[in-house]
C-alpha cells in the first residue's frame, strides 16, 4: 500500500475526529441549523454492518425484516464487527421481527464467534475478527438526552471534500448507502465527479478507521483482511510430493504453484480454506485449514516449506488426510466440501486406491495432478498402473490433470481452481447410495408361487429404487435359483436406473427346488466375481422356505469376500438359517416376515441399515 494512501487515510481520519468533536461542541446550534430534533435516533438498514459505525456507542433505529438470513450475523452474544447491526439485535432478542431502537456497543475483537440458532436468525461462525459489539435495548440508557445520536448522524452523513473549519455537514438526509458487498475492498475509493472519498464504502476509510486503533494507523493491519471468495467455499488440503527424487529446483516449482493457486483462491473464513500436507516416506501436515486464513499468510508460509526427501508413499499420505486432517480441531467446518487436491511427481511409491476409495467413502473429494508420468517404457515400474483414475470417483478426467513438465505447471493453476470451486460437481464422493454392487439372490421355488413371485420382484424393484444407478454409481445384478441358478442380468449389463427396474420386472418365475446354499455360491462366482474393487458388495437374499443343502461354507464363503449379506426370509423360512445366512451381526442382516403381503415393511428397515453401516464404516 502506498504511503500517499495511508497520509490520507490518516488526515481523512484527523478531519474525522476534529468534525466529531465540533459536532459534539457546537451540538445545539447545529440542530437548530438542521431543523431535526436532537434526540432523532438515526434509522439504519438491515444490511448495515457495525464495523461501518465508527462510534463506541451508539443508538440506531432498525427497521422491520432484518431477520432475513440475508443478512449475515456472526457471534452469539458478542458479534463480530462484520454482522448486521439490526440482525445482531434480532438475533440477541433485543429487536422484534418488527424493527425497533437498539443500543449498540463496540467491544474488543475476540478469537472466535460461534454460529447459533436463536430468535429465528442462524448467526454465523468466524474464527476471528478485529472488532465486535454487544447489543441491547436503548432504553436501558438514558441516551435520549446525549448528543451522541446527532454526532453518530453527523458522522453518517459526513462529506471529506467539505472544509471541516468552515461548514458544518450538510443537513442531507441521513445517508448510508446500502451497500453490501461480500468483501471488504482496497482502501481509499473516491468518487470521480465529486472527488469525495466515499466514506461508506465497505473497507473505505473510515471502515478501517472503525476497525483499527489510530496509532496502528502506519501499520500493515490497515489491508482489509478478505472473508474469502464466498463462492467457493471448500475446505481444502493439498498434498504435496516431498520426496527425494523430485530435487529442489521442481520443489520450488511445486510451491510456486501453490502460491499461484493460494492467490486465486482468495482465501478467507467464509470462502476456501487451506491447508498443506507434505509427503515423503511418512506424511506430516505443514499447516491445516485455519493455521492461515487469508491467502497472504498462506503464501509467506508455504515460501517457508522445506522438502522432507524419502519415497512417494501416495496412499499412505491420502489415509493419513483421511483419518486426521479433516477434523474440526483442524479447522474442518461443517458445510463446505471436504477437497484433497494430490501433488505426484512421475508416479507413487505405494498403491493409492485403497486409501483413496475410504477417503472418497468419507466424503472426501479427491483430485489427482501428476507431473512428468510414466512413459511407455517406465510403465513397468509402476506399482499401480493407471493410479490416478483409480483413485479418483469418476474417470472422466474432471478430477485428473496430467502436466507433461514441471516447467508448465503453472498453467494448471487456473484450471484447478475452477474445478475445485465447482461445488456441485463435488458431490461425487461415496455414500450409502452411489457406491455398492448390489445382487439379488431371488428363491424361485414352486412354494413361492406365482403371485408371490411378482410382489418379491417389486421388493427388489422398490429396494434398487432408492440407490443411485449408473456404470459409476451403484451397480444392481440379479440371480435367481432353484435346484439349479441362473443368472438373470449382471452388474455391468444396466447403466440406468430406468433399465434396472425394466429388468427386474422381465425376470421370469422359474420354479423348482430349493438350493439356497448353491446358489450363494453360485452368486459369489457368476455375480460377485465381477464386482469391481472399489464398490461395497451387497447380496440381498430372498427365501419363502428352509434350503435343501448347507448354507454354512457358502455363506461363510460370502464374508470371506467382503460381500455383506442381508437375509430375508417370508413365510416358512427358517429364521436360523436366516442368521447363519446374514452378516454378524445378524440382528441387523437378517430380517422376516410371515407373508408376502408384509415383504413391504422391511424395505425401508433395510435401506436404513444398509446406510447405516456405511456411515460407520471406520474412517481407516
Ligand atoms: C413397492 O412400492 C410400491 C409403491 O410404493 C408399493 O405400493 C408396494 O407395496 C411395494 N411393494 C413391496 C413388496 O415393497
Given at each position: 500500500m502506498g504511503i500517499a494512501v495511508i497520509t490520507m487515510k490518516a488526515s481523512v481520519i484527523e478531519m474525522f475526529l476534529v468534525l466529531l468533536v465540533t459536532?459534539?461542541?457546537?451540538?445545539?446550534?447545529?440542530?437548530?441549523?438542521?431543523?431535526?430534533?436532537?434526540?432523532?435516533?438515526?434509522?439504519?438498514?438491515?444490511?448495515?454492518?457495525?464495523?461501518?459505525?465508527?462510534?463506541?456507542?451508539?443508538?440506531?433505529?432498525?427497521?422491520?425484516?432484518?431477520?432475513?438470513?440475508?443478512?449475515?450475523?456472526?457471534?452469539?452474544?458478542?458479534?463480530?464487527?462484520y454482522s448486521s447491526v439490526c440482525g445482531a439485535g434480532v438475533h440477541s432478542g433485543v429487536l422484534g421481527n418488527s424493527g425497533g431502537k437498539i443500543l449498540v456497543r463496540k467491544v474488543a475483537g475476540q478469537s472466535g464467534y460461534k454460529g447459533t440458532y436463536s430468535n429465528g436468525v442462524q448467526s454465523l461462525s468466524l474464527p476471528r475478527w478485529r472488532e465486535s459489539f454487544i447489543v441491547s435495548g436503548e432504553t436501558t440508557k438514558a441516551y435520549e438526552t446525549t448528543p451522541e445520536p446527532v454526532a453518530?448522524?453527523?458522522?453518517?452523513?459526513?462529506?471529506?471534500?467539505?472544509?471541516?473549519?468552515?461548514?458544518?455537514?450538510?443537513?442531507?438526509?441521513?445517508?448510508?448507502?446500502?451497500?453490501s458487498s461480500p468483501r471488504p475492498q482496497p482502501a481509499g475509493h473516491?468518487?470521480?465527479?465529486?472527488?469525495?472519498?466515499?466514506?461508506?464504502?465497505?473497507?473505505?476509510?473510515?471502515?478501517?478507521?472503525?476497525?483499527?486503533?489510530?496509532?496502528?494507523?502506519?501499520?500493515?493491519?490497515?489491508?482489509?483482511?478478505?472473508?474469502?471468495?464466498?463462492?467457493c467455499k471448500v475446505d481444502l488440503s493439498f498434498l504435496i510430493d516431498g520426496s527425494s527424487s523430485i530435487g529442489k529446483r521442481r520443489f520450488r516449482i511445486q510451491k510456486q504453484f501453490l502460491a499461484d493457486v493460494a492467490q486465486a483462491l482468495d482465501i478467507g473464513p467464509a470462502g476456501p480454506l487451506m491447508g498443506v500436507v507434505q509427503y515423503g516416506d511418512n506424511p506430516a501436515t505443514q499447516f491445516n485449514l485455519k493455521t492461515h486464513m487469508n491467502s497472504q499468510d498462506l503464501k509467506t508460509a508455504i515460501e517457508k516449506i522445506t522438502q522432507r526427501g524419502g519415497l512417494s508413499n501416495v496412499g499412505r499420505a491420502i489415509s493419513f488426510v483421511t483419518k486426521n486432517f479433516f477434523s474440526n480441531a483442524n479447522g474442518n467446518r461443517g458445510g463446505a466440501p471436504n477437497v484433497v487436491v494430490v501433488m505426484v511427481d512421475g508416479w507413487p511409491t505405494d498403491k493409492v486406491e485403497e486409501s483413496s476409495r475410504l477417503a472418497r467413502e468419507s466424503g472426501i473429494n479427491i483430485f489427482f495432478i501428476t507431473i512428468e508420468g510414466a512413459v511407455e517404457n517406465e510403465k513397468q515400474h509402476m506399482v499401480e498402473p493407471n493410479f490416478a483414475n483409480k483413485a479418483v470417483c469418476r474417470t472422466n478426467g474432471f478430477y485428473t490433470f496430467s502436466v507433461q513438465s514441471w516447467f508448465g505447471l503453472h498453467?494448471?493453476?487456473?484450471?484447478?481452481?475452477?474445478?475445485?470451486?465447482?461445488?456441485?460437481?463435488?458431490?461425487?464422493?461415496?455414500t450409502c447410495f452411489n457406491s455398492a454392487d448390489i445382487g439379488f439372490v431371488i428363491d424361485g421355488s414352486s412354494s413361492v408361487g406365482t403371485g408371490n413371485f411378482r410382489t418379491v420382484l417389486q421388493f427388489v424393484a422398490n429396494i434398487s429404487r432408492e440407490f443411485e444407478i449408473s456404470d459409476t454409481d451403484t451397480r444392481i445384478g440379479a440371480v435367481q435359483y432353484t435346484y439349479e441358478q441362473r443368472l438373470e442380468f449382471g452388474f455391468d449389463r444396466y447403466r440406468s436406473k430406468a433399465d434396472v427396474l425394466s429388468a427386474i420386472k422381465r425376470v421370469g418365475y422359474w420354479s423348482g427346488g430349493t438350493s439356497t446354499g448353491a446358489a450363494i455360491?453360485?452368486?459369489?462366482?457368476?455375480?460377485?466375481?465381477?464386482?469391481?474393487?472399489?464398490?461395497?458388495?451387497?447380496?440381498?437374499?430372498?427365501?419363502?422356505?428352509?434350503?435343501?443343502?448347507?448354507?454354512?461354507?457358502?455363506?461363510?464363503?460370502?464374508?470371506?469376500?467382503?460381500?455383506?449379506?442381508?437375509?430375508?426370509?417370508?413365510?416358512?423360512?427358517?429364521?436360523?438359517?436366516?442368521?447363519?445366512?446374514?452378516?454378524h451381526p445378524a440382528r441387523d442382516h437378517s430380517?422376516?416376515?410371515?407373508?408376502?403381503?408384509?415383504?413391504?415393511q422391511s424395505v425401508p428397515r433395510i435401506i436404513k441399515n444398509i446406510c447405516t453401516e456405511f456411515n460407520s464404516q471406520p474412517r481407516n
Open positions: 459536532g459534539i461542541h457546537s451540538n445545539k446550534e447545529m440542530t437548530k441549523k438542521v431543523k431535526r430534533p436532537k434526540n432523532t435516533v438515526p434509522q439504519i438498514h438491515c444490511d448495515i454492518k457495525a464495523g461501518k459505525i465508527i462510534n463506541p456507542e451508539f443508538i440506531v433505529k432498525c427497521p422491520a425484516g432484518c431477520q432475513d438470513p440475508k443478512y449475515h450475523v456472526y457471534g452469539t452474544g458478542v458479534y463480530a464487527s453518530l448522524m453527523q458522522a453518517l452523513t459526513i462529506s471529506a471534500a467539505e472544509p471541516p473549519h468552515t461548514s458544518l455537514p450538510k443537513p442531507s438526509p441521513f445517508i448510508i448507502s446500502a451497500t473516491r468518487s470521480q465527479e465529486t472527488g469525495e472519498v466515499d466514506l461508506w464504502k465497505p473497507g473505505s476509510v473510515l471502515l478501517d478507521a472503525g476497525f483499527v486503533p489510530k496509532e496502528e494507523l502506519s501499520t500493515q493491519s490497515l489491508e482489509p483482511v478478505s472473508l474469502g471468495d464466498p463462492n498453467k494448471t493453476a487456473a484450471p484447478l481452481v475452477k474445478r475445485v470451486c465447482d461445488t456441485e460437481r463435488l458431490a461425487c464422493s461415496k455360491q453360485y452368486a459369489l462366482e457368476q455375480l460377485f466375481q465381477q464386482s469391481k474393487s472399489n464398490k461395497r458388495k451387497l447380496m440381498i437374499l430372498i427365501t419363502d422356505g428352509r434350503s435343501y443343502d448347507d448354507v454354512r461354507l457358502p455363506a461363510m464363503a460370502a464374508h470371506h469376500r467382503g460381500v455383506i449379506t442381508y437375509a430375508v426370509g417370508v413365510a416358512w423360512a427358517a429364521q436360523e438359517e436366516l442368521e447363519i445366512m446374514a452378516t430380517f422376516f416376515v410371515d407373508e408376502f403381503d408384509h415383504l413391504y
